[in-house]
């Protein structure tokens, strides 16, 4: 499985940014989907998951209502919406990929695959 993310870049604070995440395979639609991001100093953390048929997610709760995760299989692509942008949040944001079939994970080593990320930088 390989994950290429795209769609970061620098954006003034309260500012929007859509990041996606297209993934090889013709499984897509039954993995698990995440984002994670690492700040400069910081571990990296959850942001948010989907699950295979994406009809539930979760976030952390420093970005909820703000950030939205969807996917779309037919495209084996997924999204994170991030809205009403602050400067912590940036940040290097991964996605990756679980393939384990047992729901929605959060923890950074439920995941299986990972991509090379992507840098967000938000300015003040």
């Known amino acids: 499985v390989q994950l290429v993310e795209s769609g970061g870049g620098l954006v003034q604070a309260g500012g929007s940014l859509r990041l996606s995440c297209a993934a090889s395979?013709?499984?897509?639609?039954?993995?698990?989907m995440g984002w994670f991001r690492q700040a400069p100093g910081k571990e990296r953390e959850f942001v948010a998951a989907?699950?295979?048929?994406?009809?539930?997610?979760t976030a952390a709760d420093s970005v909820k209502g703000r950030f939205t995760i969807s996917r779309d299989n037919d495209k084996n692509t997924v999204y994170l919406q991030m809205n009403r942008l602050k400067p912590e949040d940036t940040a290097v944001y991964y996605c990756?990929?679980?393939?384990?079939?047992?729901?929605?994970?959060?923890?950074?080593?439920?995941?299986?695959?990972w991509g090379q990320g992507t840098q967000v930088t938000v300015s003040s």
């Open positions: 989907i699950t295979s048929s994406g009809g539930r997610s």
């Open positions: 990756a990929a679980d393939l384990k079939l047992m729901g929605i994970a959060t923890m950074e080593v439920e995941y299986d695959y």
């Open positions: 395979g013709r499984t897509f639609r039954s993995y698990t």
